[in-house]
């Protein structure tokens, strides 16, 4: 059984201290119109509230697509499941394993080789796998050869992805967090992953799919969570989120 429940969860962070720009003359407008997540001034402060109160419960089954406008929270709100950023306030609660396709810079250290990187991964899944076996299923899927022994710094993003996806998909969570700004390679490398890919999101039990395609949503999601300026509107079906998603009343107040 995965489980994932979030209960008045916070993140904000501070972007300035004094400055002209946001000067309290200033707050109103910016606060109401620039792109984004919602602001707030304290005292001679203003404040990003990235995820703002967010209450919700994620069971077996639940395939979610995650959709919102730039800066709505997406991607930090994946991260922050994934327990690489951390709730200013606010208690989250998950059951069984998360893995994640987020961007390249989440996930790898791009300081170390791409051996030292699949080390870290398989530490940080407590172990869930066969190190040796690990490594021999990413050498020969990723086929980066000799460029595992270098830094990942000096990777091509497409390498980069490679390492990322071979990596990620030879553990099979019961929480899978994708983000659509990761791509898995070059073309010859997706039509080699899809048979991968497809194995990999029918193991886990909760899926999030941070995307655009109203197709693949359409196909892949039974539940869409709808984020505007850090808050999320939680929709039982498909069609009824993506109307409310190209809606004046969704798209109001915006930027």
């Given at each position: ?102 961007d390249v ?38 086929e980066l ?54 194995e990999y ?55």
């Amino acid at each position: 059984m995965a489980k994932i429940t979030f209960k008045n969860v916070y993140l904000r962070i501070p972007l300035i201290g004094q400055s002209r720009l946001f000067q309290k003359k200033n707050e109103k407008k910016f606060t109401k119109e620039n792109l984004g997540s919602s602001k707030e001034v304290v005292g001679n402060t203003v404040y990003s509230k990235i995820l703002d109160n967010l209450n919700f419960e994620c069971v077996d089954g639940d395939n979610i697509a995650l959709m919102g406008h730039n800066g709505s929270g997406k991607t930090t709100l994946l991260k922050v499941i994934a327990k690489i950023y951390h709730p200013s306030s606010g208690q989250i609660d998950i059951e069984g394993s998360v893995s994640s396709l987020l961007d390249v810079n989440s996930i790898l250290n791009t300081d170390c080789t791409g051996y030292e990187n699949i080390k870290l991964f398989w530490l940080h899944h407590n172990k869930s796998v066969d190190l040796n076996s690990l490594i021999s299923s990413v050498e020969e899927f990723s086929e980066l050869g000799d460029f595992l022994k270098m830094p990942v710094k000096i990777y091509s993003s497409g390498m980069s992805a490679r390492l990322l996806f071979s990596l990620t998909t030879f553990i099979k969570p019961d929480i899978l967090l994708t983000d659509e700004g990761i791509a898995a390679g070059d073309e010859a490398f997706k039509k080699k992953s899809k048979r991968l890919m497809d194995e990999y999101l029918d193991s886990s039990k909760i899926k999030f799919f941070a995307s655009h395609s109203f197709d693949f949503i359409k196909k892949n999601c039974n539940k869409m969570f709808l984020m505007k300026k850090g808050s999320i509107t939680i929709f039982n079906s498909i069609d009824e989120g993506l109307n409310y998603y190209n809606s004046s009343l969704y798209n109001s107040n915006i930027d």
